[in-house]
């Protein structure tokens, strides 16, 4: 089963937009409208912040935003803030009912 | 409020056994799929197994297949990971989860029960 490719590691300053990308083919990414993001702080489980490539949970903040392109899933951050200083992981429907994860990436913000 | 509460993890050695369990409460577990999924130390996310609500259908990643069995207790609100002939690089966190079946995500997760194979 493929990783999704993401960059390693992203920053940003206090109120700036990040944005963190997901690299697929066309078999997972680029395949199924079935991304999801998942923010993962120190010692702390998972939390779905996008499904469906850009819907928010409820009680996620807007600030947050998915989108697609092709075979690349992008999360997008504005108005960056202390507390989403963490690890973020991408997630795509692969078919045959599997799942694969993106290495993660280490958003540190300024 | 949704609970997930993992246990079972600890120190086995290579080609050993081990049984993870996960209590859930607080939503209707038997309406639920769920998901296991690992997160080896210092690394990423892998997604490992998930049961349908019924227990009628089941999927594994292909490096457990084989050798890791998942099933539930709707009765028990519980499921598991009966995990066979054990590997090193099955050394992981252990996550229980909600697995949304149509939109293919993760919507509540546990705390996590360390595995050490070694």
């Known amino acids: 089963q493929s990783v999704l490719t993401q960059p390693a590691s992203v920053s940003g300053s206090p109120g700036q937009s990040i944005t963190i990308s997901c690299t697929g083919s066309?078999?997972?990414?680029?395949?199924?409208?079935?991304v999801s993001w998942y923010q993962q702080h120190p010692g702390k489980a998972p939390q779905l912040m996008i499904y469906?490539?850009?819907k928010r949970p409820s009680g996620v903040s807007n600030r947050f935003s998915g989108s697609k392109s092709g075979n690349t899933a992008s999360l997008t951050i504005s108005g960056l803030q202390a507390e989403d200083e963490a690890d973020y992981y991408c997630?795509?429907?692969?078919?045959?009912?599997?799942?694969?994860f993106g290495g993660g990436t280490k958003l540190t913000v300024l | 409020q949704v609970q997930l509460v993992e246990s079972g993890g600890g120190l086995v050695k290579p080609g050993g056994s081990l049984k993870l369990s996960c209590a859930a409460s607080?939503?209707?577990?038997?309406?639920?799929?769920m998901s296991w999924i690992r997160q080896t130390p210092g690394k990423g996310l892998e997604w490992v197994s998930f049961?349908?609500?019924?227990?009628?259908?089941?999927n594994y990643a292909d490096s457990v297949k084989g050798r890791f069995t998942i099933s539930r207790d709707n009765a028990k609100n519980s499921l598991y990971l009966q995990m066979n002939t054990l590997r090193a690089d099955d050394t992981a966190v252990y996550y229980c989860?909600?697995?949304?079946?149509?939109?293919?995500?993760?919507?509540?997760w546990g705390q996590g029960t360390l595995v050490t194979v070694s």
């Open positions: 989860a909600t697995y949304r079946y149509p939109q293919k995500d993760f919507d509540y």
């Open positions: 066309s078999s997972d990414v680029g395949g199924y409208n079935l």
């Open positions: 469906e490539v850009s």
């Open positions: 997630c795509s429907y692969v078919g045959s009912s599997i799942l694969v």
């Open positions: 049961i349908s609500s019924s227990s009628s259908y089941t």
């Open positions: 607080g939503f209707t577990f038997s309406d639920y799929y």
